[in-house]
C-alpha cells in the first residue's frame, strides 16, 4: 500500500437530546453500539491507523474503541478543536486522513472509498463527502465551481443564491496528512460561539494554493443521530439494508419489515421467516430451516431442516442441531438439542443437554437453579420425557429411559429404566358435589366480609 | 377569563359504514373511545360549557360523555339541525362556541385554540377551520377574498375557478355565543336533501352585516371516521404522536412503528422498548426500564431498573417494583412483585404478593381459582419456590422459606420451613424396553382399528 | 356462453433469482402457492379450459395445477415457444386465449375480463394488458396509434421518441383461438438470445391484416416475482387488499400492517384484533370475536363472542365454540373446546374435547403423545380441571368432576368425582436455613472446581 489511510472518528459530542445517561455513541444499532458500525465500515478499508477523539471521563466510549486507540478532546471547542486532539496519534502518517463522525454509522465503506480516490486522482488537500439534500434548510452549503470546492456556507450566512445551492455538507472530509497539522493548526474561533470549525479548512487549503473537491453520496447515509427519533430512524434504514441482503441471499421473509436482524446474524438460503421474528446478536441459521412467527432468537447456532416456534424464545449459548424442533411458548436457556430432538410445548430447558430423537414433553421443566448455583441436566438420546416433568439438575438420564408424565426427577435414571415422581391417582366418588357445595359457600362467604 | 368557551360536540351520526352494533363514536382509538379524544382536546381549552348532541336512545354515548350533559338530535336532518338541538343547554352562553364533530378526534387543542383568538381577534361572528387539501374533490371550498370568507360552496355545486381551489372546509366551526342562536335559526332546507346544513351560516352572518373568517390547520388533522380502514389510520396518526412524544422524553424504541401506545401510558426516559410492545390503559414505567420484545403490559406500574420479557404479559392491578425481572411466558394479574423478586420463565401469578428477592420457579402458578372465588397467595420475602410448583390460594409462604420443586402447596408454610408436596421417585430398571413394546403395540392396534 | 374463454398459465421459468430448490411458482403467497393466485383469478373467469406449461420434471408444479392439465415446455426457447406448447391442448379451441403468467399472481380477474371484452368489441387478433409505468425504463413499450397497438419495442430497441412513452407491456395477452397456431407458428428466433418471443404476435398479426388492441391496467397488478425482495413485495399487495377487504366488511383491527391474513381466511364483522395476529390457511371467525395480540390461528374456527389471546396459539383441526376463552400461553391442537369453555393461562391441550363451561387451569396438560401413537383426551361439560394438571390419554373425565391442582390422570374420572393425583404436602420446619447453607456450599465447592 503506497499510501495507507488513516481514519479519525470524533466521538466526544455531548448528545444531550437523547436525554440519556448512556453516551451517545453507544446507544445500539442492530444491537451494535453506533460507534462499533463507524468502526466496521473503517475496518473494511484497511487502515493503518484509526483513532477515536472523545470527551473527558468517557471511558466506555474508549472501552467501545478498543483495539484502537483514543484521544481526549478537552473541552467542548467544535469540529476543528476534536480533530487536532488527534494529531498527536496520526504523528508520521503522511497519507490520506478520513475524518468521519461516531454518531453518523449509515455511511458506507463504498462512499468513504469513493471520497479517497478522488481525493487522490485529483490531488485535492481537502475533500469532502456532499449530498443534494431534498430540504437543504438545515446544511452548509458546498459552493463547487469547475470541479472545485470553493467554499461551505454556513446555511444562516448563506445569501440568496447560495440558499438556492441544494448540495449540503456532510461533514465528512479527507485530508492529506502531509498537511493536516498546518491545516487544523490554522482555524480560528473568530466567530459567535468561540468554536473551532473543521469546515474552514477548505478555505485555509486554498488560500495556501491547495485543491479542495467535494464528492457526491446518497443522502441517505449521511443522517447523523441527535435523539431517539433519529435513532429510530436510523435502526430502519440499517434493518432494511440488512433485510435486503438476506433475501437476496435466498431467504424468504413473510413480512420483511417485522424481522430485525443484528448486525452479526448469518442465514443461510432456503430459510423461511414469518412476521415477527427477533435476531439478537450471535445468531447462525442453517438451510432449510422455518422460523414461524413470533421467535425471539439470540446467541444460538440453528441447524439444518430446524423448524422453531411459534413463539420460540433460544437464548445465549443454545445449539439446535439438525432437523429438531422447538415449538410454542419453549424457551432455551444455554441447551443443546441433538439431533431431530423435539421440545414442542410450553417448556424450559435451562442448562441442559438433550441427546438426539429425545422427546421433551410439554409442561417439562430442566430445573437448573437452586438459589444458589446453576447445575445441568444431561438427557441421553432416544429418552423419552413425560410432560409437566421437573427435572432437578444436577441429574442425568440415560439413554432410552422413560420419565412419566408429571415427575420430579431428583435422582439420575438409568439408561432404559423408567422413573416416577409422582403419586398414584385416588379417585373419590361423589365428592365434587360436596366440594363445590363447600367452595361455593367459602366463596360466598368472602364476599359478605368484603361487603362489611 | 372574559368570554369563556362552550363547546359543543355532534356525536349524532349514523356510522353505518362502520358496520358495527358500536356506535361509531364508542370507536376506542388508542384505548379510549373516540369522542373520548374529542373531548380531551376540547377540555384542554379549560371551556365553560360541553354539550354534546346525540341520536335518540344512544345511552352509551350519553354515558361516553359524562359529566357532560348531552342533548338529543330527534331526527338525522343534518349538521345544521343537529347544532340547533344544542341550543337549550347554551342558554345565557355569549362567548365563543366551537362546533365539532366526535368522529374527527385528531383535532389538536392547539388548532382549535388558533381558530378562537382569531375570531376574537377579527370580531368574526362565524370562524371555520379549513385546510389546503392534496385532493380537495371530495370538500366543500372556502371562499375567501381578503381576509374574509365569503362563502362555502359544496363541490358538486363549484363553479370551474371554485373548483381550482384547495382551501377546503373541515366542519369544525367557531360561532359568536350572543348571535348562534339567530344565525342557527336562519338554516333552511331548501334542498335536495331536505337538509339543514351548519355550513349555511356563513352566508347567513354575512346577509346579516357580520363577518366570517376561515383559518388553516394541517390536513392530518381533519381526517374523519367513517369506516374501518379510517378508524385504522387515524389510529396509526395518534399512535405516531404518542411515539414520536415518548422518544423526545428520552425512550428508546428498537422499531417504533409496532409499540402500540394507549392515551394514558407514561413512560419515563432511559426506558428501552423492543418491536413488538403493547401498551394497554393505565401503564405507567419508571426510568432505566428494559422492555423487551413481543410484551403486552396493562393497568400495571413497573419500578425503575426493571427487565421485562420477551413475551411477558401484565395485566391490570400489578406492581412491578424496582429491578424486578419478569421473563418470557410469564403472566402476572392483579400481582405485586416486590423489589428484586423474579419470575423468570413459564409462570402464572394470579392475585399474588410476592416478597423482596424471591424466586418463582419455571412452570409455577399461584392457583388463585377455584371455580367460584378467586383468592390470594401471599409470598413473603426471600422465598425460593422450585419449578412447576403449585401455590393454591389461599395459602401464605413465610420469609425465607423453601418450597421444593413440583409441590403442591395446599398449606401455609411457615417462615424459614422447607415444604415437599411431591411424590418421592421411584426408578424401575430395564423397564423402558417393556414399556416402549407396550405403547407401541397399543398404537398399531388403534391404527388398525382406524383402517376398518 | 358463444365464446368460452381458455387461459394458458406460463409457468416454466427458472427462477434463479429466487436461490431456492422450490420451483418459483410454488413459493407461497397468503399461504398459497403463487400460482394457486393465479389460478383462482383464472377460474373466476370460469373459462372452458385451463392449461399450464411447465418445466421438464416439475412434478411439483404439476400437482399445483391439479385438476388442470399441464404440457411440459421441453427447452427454455422464449415466452412464445413456452405459449406454443400449449397448442395441442386448445385444440378445437375457438374462442379467445388468455396467456397469463404463473409468476405474476396480481393480475385481477377484473382486469383479465376488461382485456377479454375489449377483445370482443374491438374483433382484435391481439390484445395486450398494458399500464403506465412510474419508471417505465425496464420495460416494452406499447406503441398505440388511433387505438391500435401497432407494435412493441424492447426497451433497449427503443429510439428516442418510444423511450419516452410510458405505456409498458405487462406480457399478458388475448389471442383469438382461431388464429392462436397460425400466429405462434409464426414467431422466429432471428434474434441475439436464439429465443422465441411472444410479443412478435403483435407484428405478425397486423403483417397478416389483423387487429391488434392495448388495455391498460393499474401498475401495482403488474409486479412479476424473480426475487425474494419481490416476492415480499407481492406478499404486502395481497395482504393490504385482504385486509381492506375485511374491513370494509366491519372488522378492526389496531394496526392492519401488522394482521396476516391467508387467501382463504373468513371474518365476520365486529370483530376486533389487536396488533400482530397471524391467520395461518383455514381460519373462520364469527362476529363478536376479540382476538387480542400477538396470535397465531390456524386450521381452526372460532365461534361468536369468543375472547382469544393474547399470545394465544391455535392449530389446525381446532373448533372453538360460542363464548369460549383463549388467554395467553395456550395451545390448542385439534381440540374442541366446549360452549363457555375457558383455558385461559399456559396450557397445551392436544387432541382433546373440552365440554361447555368447563375449566381448564393453568398450566394443565393434555399429554397426548406417548412417544408412539397420539390419543385424545375427552372432558364432559362442568369440569374443573385444576392448576399444573396431567391428564394422560387415552382418559376420561366424567361432567361436574373435578381434578385437584396438581394431578397426574391416568385413569377416568367419573362424573361429579373428585380425583387426586398428588403427594400431601410435609412441611419440615426450621429446615430451609440448613437447606441454603448446603445449596450455597456446593455452588461455592462447583466454582472452585470451575477454577482448577
Not at 320 to 341: S, W, Y
Request: hydrophobic content about 45%.
Amino acid at each position: 500500500m503506497k499510501s495507507p489511510i488513516a481514519v479519525v472518528v470524533l466521538a466526544a459530542g455531548a448528545g444531550t437530546r437523547m436525554k440519556s445517561a448512556l453516551p451517545k455513541v453507544l446507544h445500539p444499532l442492530a444491537n451494535r453500539p453506533m460507534v462499533r458500525h463507524v468502526l466496521a465500515n473503517a475496518e473494511a478499508l484497511k487502515p493503518a491507523r484509526i483513532v477515536g477523539v472523545i470527551a473527558p471521563g468517557a471511558k466506555d466510549v474508549a472501552a467501545a474503541f478498543a483495539p484502537y486507540p483514543t484521544v481526549v478532546q478537552t473541552k467542548p471547542l467544535g469540529t476543528g478543536h476534536a480533530a487536532k486532539a488527534a494529531l498527536g496519534a496520526l504523528k508520521g502518517h503522511a497519507g490520506p486522513v478520513l475524518v468521519v463522525f461516531g454518531d453518523a454509522p449509515l455511511v458506507t465503506t463504498e462512499t468513504l472509498k469513493r471520497l479517497v480516490t478522488a481525493c487522490a486522482r485529483e490531488k485535492a488537500a481537502v475533500g469532502v463527502l456532499g449530498f443534494v439534500a431534498e430540504d437543504p434548510t438545515p446544511y452548509g452549503r458546498l459552493v463547487v465551481q469547475r470541479g472545485v470546492l470553493e467554499r461551505i456556507v454556513e446555511s444562516k450566512d448563506a445569501n440568496e443564491i447560495e440558499r438556492a445551492i441544494t448540495f449540503s455538507n456532510s461533514g465528512v472530509m479527507c485530508l492529506d496528512g502531509r498537511l493536516i497539522a498546518s491545516l487544523l493548526g490554522a482555524i480560528g474561533n473568530d466567530n459567535v460561539k468561540r468554536e473551532f470549525y473543521l469546515t474552514d479548512v477548505v478555505g485555509i487549503a486554498r488560500a495556501a494554493g491547495h485543491k479542495a473537491i467535494a464528492v457526491e453520496g446518497p443522502e441517505t447515509e449521511f443522517q447523523g443521530i441527535n435523539s431517539r427519533a433519529e435513532l429510530a430512524m436510523a435502526e430502519r434504514a440499517l434493518q432494511q439494508r440488512l433485510r435486503a441482503a438476506a433475501m437476496t441471499a435466498g431467504v424468504t421473509m413473510t413480512d420483511p419489515d417485522t424481522v430485525w436482524l443484528s448486525a452479526d446474524t448469518r442465514i443461510a438460503n432456503d430459510v423461511t421467516i414469518g412476521p415477527n421474528v427477533r435476531f439478537g446478536p450471535g445468531v447462525t441459521v442453517a438451510s432449510d430451516v422455518q422460523i414461524k412467527a413470533f421467535c425471539d432468537i439470540e446467541g444460538a447456532r440453528i441447524g439444518r431442516g430446524a423448524i422453531i416456534g411459534p413463539f420460540a424464545r433460544i437464548r445465549p449459548g443454545s445449539e439446535v442441531a439438525d432437523d429438531v424442533h422447538i415449538g410454542n411458548f419453549v424457551e432455551l436457556k444455554a441447551t443443546k438439542m441433538g439431533k431431530g430432538a423435539k421440545a414442542n410445548h410450553l417448556a424450559y430447558l435451562g442448562d441442559a443437554d438433550i441427546g438426539a430423537r429425545s422427546n421433551i414433553g410439554a409442561g417439562t421443566i430442566a430445573v437448573n437453579y437452586d438459589g444458589f448455583g446453576k447445575w445441568r441436566t444431561v438427557v441421553a438420546d432416544d429418552v423419552f420425557v413425560g410432560s409437566n416433568s421437573s427435572l432437578v439438575a444436577p441429574v442425568k438420564v440415560g439413554k432410552g429411559a422413560n420419565v412419566t408424565a408429571g415427575s420430579v426427577v431428583t435422582e439420575d435414571v438409568p439408561a432404559d429404566a423408567v422413573a416416577f415422581g409422582r403419586a398414584r391417582q385416588v379417585t373419590k366418588k361423589g365428592r365434587a358435589g360436596p366440594l363445590r357445595a363447600k367452595l361455593k359457600a367459602r366463596a360466598a362467604a368472602a364476599k359478605r366480609t368484603k361487603k362489611k
